[in-house]
């Protein structure tokens, strides 16, 4: 998961699904496995099957670099784009695919209970990372969809 620079609710419902799918064929044209892809208007959940013949911080940077330029050319944003520094990546078990793909597609109602930064949080105390909060993205308060 990674989020929009400044946490700017700039991903707008009317062309997500585009961007969605560009970042789909981004991993697939890698030679990994989308499993989902959702996300809201500050940030985006990738969900996929990881082939060791790169590294992940070189795909991360190839999705959100390409996506940065997709967006900027498509003339999505009538300001400046682009993504904070950084992401969040988690593995999963095979047993947990379906509660994950699940979690992922519901996040429009997942965030109607749980900010962004309760939600990360959350992932890195369940996966015991220890953390600096100078190093996390930049949280600020935000209503979605506006």
Known sequence: MFAVSGRRNLIHRS?????YKYMTSIIMNNGHYLLAINGMPDHVHLFFRYQQTQTLPKLIQEVKTSSDHFIKRQGYTSGSFKWQKGYGAFSYSQSQV???????LRQEEHHRNKSFKQEYLTMLQAF???YQEQYLFDFTDISYWE
């Open 15 to 19: 062309w997500k699904d585009h961007l």
């Open 98 to 104: 379906d509660r994950v793909i699940k979690y992922i």
């Open 128 to 130: 015991q990372v220890e």
